[in-house]
């Protein structure tokens, strides 16, 4: 066969973990699996502190996991072309939409003031920045609010700030 999507249902698939001393935050959401080589997908999205950024602010960073059950191997995806080879059609859009609805719940968990996203490859075309974007407009169902910044080397960064009023 090849990659099967999980029957997911959104949001109440998402848990979050809480590693380090609240410095780290992880939420994972199993996608689905490939039967023909044995490989088991989740997205994981992070919300981190980072020692470069000023105190109440928080990186949010996201990828695809793909891991073998019994092997040690466990490789982590960020770029959205290495997942044509398994993700394809409207599978795309349900993996976004686990990625958004779990950078959501840390938002909400976490509540840090200031979030900050940088696109892990540089030199994006505008369609694969596009998903950031959605990820940007998500988080304004929990009170954050902000956009892109300046380019800077082929690199993207979005910037989020909490609006305590809203949230």
Not at 24 to 53: K, M
Not at 87 to 103: E, N, P, Q, Y
């Amino acid at each position: 066969m090849a990659f099967v999507l999980a029957n997911i249902s959104l949001p109440d698939v998402i848990s979050v973990d809480r590693l380090s001393n609240d410095s780290e935050h992880i939420a994972r959401v199993y996608i689905g699996s490939d039967d023909e080589i044995g490989a088991v997908y989740s997205v994981v999205v992070v919300l981190t502190s980072q020692p470069h950024l000023a105190a109440g602010t928080m990186e949010l960073m996201f990828g695809i996991t793909e891991a073998f059950p019994g092997r040690r191997d466990t490789e982590w995806i960020n770029d959205g072309a290495a997942t044509k080879r398994f993700l394809m059609g409207d599978d795309r859009k349900v993996v976004l939409s686990c990625v958004s609805t779990a950078a959501c719940a840390l938002a909400e968990v976490v509540r840090p003031d200031i979030i900050n996203f940088v696109t892990a490859v540089a030199y994006l075309p505008d369609k694969a920045l596009t998903k950031y974007g959605h990820i940007c407009k998500a988080m304004r169902t929990v009170g954050y609010r902000g956009g892109r910044g300046d380019e800077y080397h082929g690199s993207h960064i979005w910037m989020l700030k909490r609006r305590n009023d809203e949230t």
